[in-house]
């Protein structure tokens, strides 16, 4: 699959949007697409200005208003997502290659994880909406009320850079399931897995004209015209806190709503009945796994004192092990950052933890890497205090911070004071503690003996700065869709009769 970096260095491709069954014309501002292994450009972006983000808009609103897609039965909305479905799995090797290409994630990480994943979604939604339905309420005498869910409308899909088709395509798949379009937006970073994904799509024919709309660009540009539009119905996001927060500032504009998948610097709580090489092999795989570039990270780990030194010698022995390097080698474990910018924040985190106290115990360097590609070494830190920025800040790279316990009590609190609240993880054995623990820990999802598991049956989201609302079934639906009361009379109202006694 290497020579798929060799094909489009030598051919850097055009991204453009894909706007009412057609993909648009190359007139934005140019944006170089790069390799972070090499440094080299791969694609050109041609941004998507706010006259295409219109007509993508108003496309998404026609497509919803008449054509098939309006009130298309469920039948018709499964076919269309187990028809994506299929066509990322048949094109699995090639999407994995892109997504590597174009994020530095391991190969075998986007070929055996994210890819599947990312198809698992359209049919996971495929078969969710089958089963779903709305309720009815007969407890109240002479009454019948009916709660029915609706389309929301046209839907804004903002994505991230870190896993840029497996958290996309689950916001899609859930808009679309429930009976939605969409206008779809990649970072501008990472465009090249969606933009591909949407010529399969529309080789295949797979959805009515305007249904599904792709526009690229940076945030500033593209990004604010598609969350300022005054005729999106709402906004589902995934990316960093300040993104977030400026835009729901506009959404507030327009009185809408929007889900929020923001960032995380979850604990991981090692107590002194943890399984020892469970716990250590999941504090490894929640730290670094995707370049450690994950919202549910869990890099904050916490050790209780009574192993602490035999913890912190094999994590340490096991982080310096990684094996760093080209992306597609089979062998490596840790590819490149994003970019540059990102590269250099790292190295100065692991210079503010040292000046802030703590103890470098591997890594905290640029590493040799691919000549002109963004490596760091894989870092570990034992922290002296919480407050310390590496333990509050998330640094979404192969950084895990380790701090030292003895008390549940005063570990519960730790873990609690972040201004996150994505995932808490806890190694123990004792049952009546994972459960006393897991109802303190302040977090939208508690993971027990198990690194980063997702499970769509349940919602997956944050509280506090890490974001609102929740991906997953009962998620997403809430997410995508209106609810609605219709509540009948069945007999004539016992109510008071106005003007009565005229
Ligand atoms: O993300 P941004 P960045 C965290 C992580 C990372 C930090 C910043 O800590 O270091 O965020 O990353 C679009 N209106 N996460 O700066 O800017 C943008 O074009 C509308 C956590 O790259 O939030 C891209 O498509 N859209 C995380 C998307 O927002 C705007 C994943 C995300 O970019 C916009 C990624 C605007 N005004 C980063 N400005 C996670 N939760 O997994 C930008 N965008």
Redesign the pocket.
Known sequence: MKHVREQFIAAPIHVTGYVDGAFAAADGADIPVTDPATGKQVAILHESDADTVDRAVRAARRAITSGPWAGASVAARQKALIAVHDAILENADELAALETLNTGIPYSQTRNIHIPRAAHNFKFFAEFINQDGGEVFTQEPGYMSLVTYEPIGVTAL??????PLG?TAMKMAGALAFGNSCVV?????TPLTLYRLFEIIDRKGIFPKGVVNLVN????V???A??AHPDIDMVS????????A??LS?LAKGIKGGAM????KSASIVFDDADFDRALDGALLGSFMNNGQ??LAGSRLFVHESFADRFLEAFTRRVKALKVGDPFDPATEIGPM?NRA?MD?VIRYAESGLGEGATLLAGGRAHDGLKDGFFIEPTAMLATSNALSICQD???APFATIQTFRDEDDVVARANDSRFGLVGYLWTQNLERALRVAAGIKTGTVLINTPIMRDLRTGFGGIRQSGIGREGAKGSRAMFTEMKSTIIALEAPKMPKLGAGA
């Open positions: 903002i994505g991230p850079w870190n896993m958290l937006k990649p970072s501008e970073l660009g940076n945030g500033a593209t990004g604010n598609l969350s996001f995934t990316g960093g806190t300040e993104t977030g400026r835009i506009a998948e923001l960032g995380g994950m919202c994003i990102q924040r998330e640094i979404f």
